[in-house]
């Protein structure tokens, strides 16, 4: 059995004995932090976990699969990534991270202010600490500090629009990574951890919908048994397939080429499996009793956030055609740093 095998039969044990119903979401972060899964991906030196890019998105694809609550995308995947490149060591407890808007950090003697704000900042009022990337700089600011104006995604977890007004820092709380990673490189780590997250969700909505039609019976027998019902399925199953080979692709080489492709096909992939089960469920679906819509809401948000399908698009068609005719046999073939 492969590590990352075993790491998701790990993870799958653990979501499923730490979210039973009336279950403690607080017990649940302990036990990752604690198996140092919250930051997988980032080095151990940093504070992390260990591992790459393929643990990190593994453990955001699994907690998807059990909507298991809280930042674990960003914890990890955004904040921690930020922290350690810029050289910071990265404490416990759940974190989220900001980048982009009008945020900027300049020098006040032997610190730093922050001024300026960012819109819907994901799960802001649930950590203690946001990691800011501005200007070339990341820096580790208490959440206190900063302005909240509440607000939630369609699923209804927390998307804040986050504020800060001169906002003094420690110089050993701020870290430089310079132009090695900027806001649109933030944005494009933060499209492709939500790629993965849809990855998850829809692996369980067809385990739902599987599990349904075999149990609802019509005419005398399970409606899986009809033909109509079974090619339903099977085009909802080829679309789970299609969303994470396109994840995966995008783990092994996260170039936009990828990132932007994964992101195109697993918002298209969210939106037509969706349909597919709440047809498949009728109306027991929409139930508040039914986990179906648990998952179908957090695609349908998902598949917005960090860039919707149009928005990518538009940028792999503007990749494209800067490279001319020429140009699209290197995008394919060759990475990033190749065509440099």
Do not use: C
């Not at 998105?57 to 922290?83: C, D, Q």
């Not at 396109?246 to 992939?269: F, H, Q, T, W, Y």
């Not at 860039?307 to 792999?316: K, Y």
């Amino acid at each position: 059995m492969s590590e990352l095998k075993l790491l998701e039969e790990t993870l799958a044990e653990l979501f499923a004995r730490e979210l039973k119903d009336g279950a403690d979401p607080a017990a649940m972060w302990q036990r990752l932090e604690e198996a140092g899964l919250t930051l997988a991906g980032v080095p151990e030196e940093a504070g992390g976990g260990g591992g790459g890019l393929d643990e990190a998105t593994l453990v955001v694809r699994v907690a998807a699969r059990h909507a298991a609550p809280g930042p674990i995308a960003e914890t990890g995947l955004l904040a921690g990534w930020l922290l350690a490149a810029a050289g910071l060591a990265v404490p416990e407890g759940p974190l989220t991270a900001a980048a982009g808007g009008s945020l900027a950090l300049r020098r006040d003697g032997d610190g730093w202010l922050l001024d300026g704000a960012a819109p819907r900042v994901p799960w802001a009022r649930a950590v203690e600490r946001i990691a800011v990337l501005a200007g070339g700089q990341v820096a580790l600011v208490p959440v206190q500090q900063a302005t909240l104006s509440l607000s939630a995604n369609l699923a209804g977890e927390p998307r804040d629009d986050v504020a800060f007004d001169g906002v003094r820092i420690d110089a050993a709380q701020v870290g430089a990574v310079g132009d090695r990673i900027d806001a649109e490189a933030f944005h494009r780590r933060g499209a492709l951890a939500r790629a993965a997250a849809i990855a998850g969700a829809l692996e369980r909505v067809l385990e739902l919908t599987v599990q349904y039609s075999g149990e609802r019976v019509q005419f005398g027998r399970p409606i899986g048994r009809f033909q109509a019902v079974q090619q339903e399925i099977a085009l909802l199953a080829g679309e789970v397939m299609a969303a994470r080979a396109a994840v995966d692709a995008a783990v092994e080489r996260p170039d936009l080429l990828r990132v932007a492709s994964a992101k195109i096909r697993a918002g298209e992939a969210a939106t037509r499996a969706a349909e597919i089960a709440h047809q498949v469920h009728g109306a027991l679906g929409y139930t508040e009793e039914h986990r179906l819509h648990h998952f179908t809401l957090r695609l349908w948000a998902w598949r917005d956030e960090f860039g919707s399908e149009e928005q990518w698009a538009r940028a792999l068609g503007e990749q494209v055609a800067a490279g001319g005719g020429d140009g699209l046999w290197l995008l394919l073939t060759t990475t990033e740093e190749e065509q440099e």
